[in-house]
């Protein structure tokens, strides 16, 4: 058994004891124990167990997803691959090539993987949510263990590495079919953002990256080289704001928000090192260096956070999200040889070893267990849990730090003596001053987080105020940040006409009238998720007309689509060709319902996805195309079905329509998620005679002061297309605030004159020190102090000795 163990550790309170060495220690006992051999289809392979529970550490498997997954077991053989290179241990080998010949059984025909078996005899679950077939998580990780098992088994066995090849080739070119789009952009609140990304995700995106890049330093090829140039320039260029505006130089982990980034994964500066150091292309290296010193040094400088979107969330710290830090510095330091990003990684390995809010060692060089998380600023907040996912993400930080240089080593054991943390303060935590504001609840929004779960919504002559109190040590120049909406600039509202006689429910447009408004899916933008594999509006779109009267919402809805392939029913249709409709009442908070229409073998359906029946009282049409390159939908919806009593002219709803184009791609009228009520759009029921009564769209502002300073006022109506969380810069200058009680003011702002005021909608306010500073004590009593000034993007990292 692999053990490296330099160094005794304190699993109580976290702290090093002082010792000769401290070489970080690699053990893989743990990971083997977890690695089962098993044998299918008369193939040697092994499975992975998921979960290992304290205190006794036993396998505990999931009765609804499987035993074992691609997950887990792709990323095992890595680690295995990667420390036989370390360890020049040939017993490594064979770990590694059991798990090589699970992530083959997994693979389709046609390059996508599925990921979770039931069973060691390999019986796979191929329709749960986790573990469909696809080109998902999972087969970017598959891709990741087959591009590293080629480069190492070339040296050691060629034969065993052609196989590996074989496979790792058909999910390239599988990759590869996603982005017949490139260079091709879609604009979302005026970013231009790359429409070719596979999967539309590049934290995805990133993970295959690296599968490519080992592939291509072993066997170089034209194909690969494209593939990889095709991503790692996507992910390169989509990279936003600055050191103080927000987003702050990070690459967005999600195409369709441009706000957003989560730890878990998000290795996108990390593979963009390793395909510049493949392809020799320094722009990529340099992309992930301004992330690096930008970005991620916040999570040192300030502190780590879980995800950001728009409000740093610090809580539910894991190996998963910890590994990626690493990573990327390690990368950093192997491509430009610079000591700073060696000494970066190490201090982000601290937090294995007891540098972390719970001040809890989280891995345990005597058993190779890595605890499954941390949920609060106290020991007893942490997971000692050791599942398959904490275990391997451990090891793999272990694995590159222990490449590191020994002079770095005792950055390791780096404890934070002092620190400066940014304040965050909920806008509903706020005091009424004149008038009471809307107070809304909410958690994912399709782009980000609502912080706290609940939100404001400020009105005309509405004003709160929001207290907090500083000590001595916190007194500092800060700037100060609000979370709220940007606004659309134009109204969202579209109109829905009522009708005297309702149309036929047949599929035929013969009845509606030509004036009925039509709204379409038929732009790149529009996608959801899946943008590589649209053909264009003529191969996959469609478009939507609405009318309604007092017992029904009418619907017709025209698909271009070049076959139509429906072999499901009842709730199974999802699996096929159906039109997903989502409807929600005017204060825009929660799914009212959520339908599927289907042409299935057993006729017209209309599922009640809440319900979990068929929608009460509908009735659905479906005819195909004469060209047979797309269909029609026709459908009567009584107001009941979708939890309305009593509809009337002037009623706003939230509606959505969307469809999937092959694979895990979808394609709605918006391009964002449906399951969130406030992305959908604003429809109004008219009556004839009354569209001049709606008005436009309000002109919404807030004025912000803190203290005694002046009052900044911040335009809210900016949005060039629909609304969305942002975090916003209030104070151009920054604020010196010294110790003491402080307060902020906050009030509508808007423009009075439109006749439709609006609202201003707040989520938080986010008060950041210029400068991060993090000051931590060495186990031989040595100082370090990181300083990062986010105004001059200027970092520093200096050691001093006592």
Known sequence: MLLILLCLLCLGG???????????????????????????????????????????????????????????????????????????????????????????????????????????????????????????????????????????????DPAYADQLAEAYTRTESAVAATMSNYGQYTTLHGFDIPAWIPASEPDIAAIGLLGMSAYYTSRPNDATADAITKIADAIAEYRLGTDSEYPFGMHPTNANAPGFWHNWGAHMPH??????????????????????????????????????????????????????????????????????????????????FGDNMADTQMYDPATGRTFDGINGPVSWRVNRNSGAESTIEGLMSMSVLARLPESVH?????????????????????????????????????????????????????????????????????????????????????????????????????????????????????????????????????????????????????????????????????????????????????????????????????????????ARGATLAWVAADDGAGYTYEAAIPWAALDIDAPQAGMRLGFEAGRGIGGSSFMDLTGRDPDVAANLLQLTLTAPGMDAELGGAPNVALDVRIDQNDTFTLPESTSPDADYFWLDLVTPQPVRLEAGDHTIRYEYAGDEDTGNPGLSKIDAFYLQPVVGRRVYALPDGRQLTLSYNTLTGGSTLEETTP
């Open 14 to 156: 976290g702290v090093l004891a002082q010792t000769e060495s401290v070489a970080p220690p690699v053990n893989l006992d743990h990971l083997l124990y977890l690695t089962e051999p098993v044998a299918i289809d008369g193939r040697d392979m092994a499975i992975v167990h998921i979960y290992s529970e304290f205190p006794d550490y036993a396998w505990v498997d999931d009765a609804d997803e499987g035993i074992s997954a691609v997950d887990d077991v792709a990323r095992a053989a890595v680690v295995y691959l990667w420390e036989y290179e370390r360890t020049g241990d040939a017993a490594l080998l064979d770990p590694a090539r059991r798990c090589l010949e699970f992530v083959r059984y997994m693979q389709a025909d046609d390059g996508e993987f599925y990921n979770f078996v039931f069973t060691r005899e390999g019986e796979i679950n191929e329709l749960g949510s986790t573990s469909y077939k696809s080109l998902g998580w999972w087969a970017m990780r598959a891709l990741w263990a087959l591009g590293e098992g080629v480069r190492v088994f070339d040296a050691v």
């Open 271 to 352: 593979a963009l090192v390793m395909a510049g150091m493949a392809l020799d292309r320094q722009d990529w290296i340099d992309s992930a260096a301004a992330t690096a010193d930008s970005f991620l040094l916040r999570h040192l400088a300030f502190e780590p956070f879980r995800h950001i979107g728009v409000v740093p969330y610090r809580l539910e710290q894991i190996a998963y999200g910890t590994n990626m830090l690493v990573q990327a510095y390690a990368a950093l330091y192997q491509a430009t040889g610079a000591d700073r990003y060696a000494q970066l990684a190490a201090l982000a390995g601290s937090w294995y």
């Open 410 to 614: 005792p950055y390791l054991y780096a404890q934070t003596v002092e620190e400066t943390l940014p304040i965050i303060l909920q806008a509903e935590d706020g005091e009424r001053v004149i008038g009471t504001p809307v107070y809304y609840s909410g958690n994912w929004t399709g782009e980000g987080y609502i912080s706290g779960g609940r939100y404001i919504g400020l009105g005309e002559g509405q004003r709160m105020r929001v207290q907090f109190s500083l000590r001595d040590d916190q007194a500092d120049e800060y700037l100060l940040y609000v979370a709220h909406v940007r606004q659309s600039a134009s109204s969202s509202a579209f109109l829905i006409p009522r009708v005297e006689t309702p149309p036929v429910i047949d599929a035929q447009a013969g009845d509606w009238a030509a004036d009925v408004p039509v709204l379409e899916s038929n732009t790149a933008r529009q996608l959801l998720r899946g943008g590589g594999l649209w053909q264009g509006a003529d191969v996959d779109s469609h478009a939507v007309r609405l009318a309604w009267d007092d017992d029904n919402l009418y619907l017709l809805a025209d698909v271009r689509d070049p076959e139509h392939v429906q072999p499901f029913t009842v709730s199974g249709v999802w699996q096929g060709d159906t039109l997903w409709l989502y409807f929600t009442s005017g204060d825009m908070r929660a799914l009212d319902a959520k339908l599927t229409l289907a042409h299935t073998p057993e006729g017209d359906q209309i599922w009640d996805w809440q319900g979990t029946r068929f």
